[in-house]
């Protein structure tokens, strides 16, 4: 199953990351028992 993909519609900024990127950064996060609260 593809992923859909997802269009910015705002002007400037910093692009968006990737649906696919952002799904395995949280995998990896909850594997090591990382977190990025503080």
């Known amino acids: ?4 993909t997802v269009e910015p519609k705002g002007l400037g900024g910093r692009p968006a990351f990737a649906p696919a990127m952002m799904f395995k950064a949280l995998v990896i996060q909850n ?3 990382l977190s990025d609260r503080e």
Do not use: I, M, W
């Not at 199953?1 to 859909?4: A, F, G, T, Y």
């Open 31 to 33: 594997l090591y028992q």
């Open 1 to 4: 199953e593809r992923l859909p």
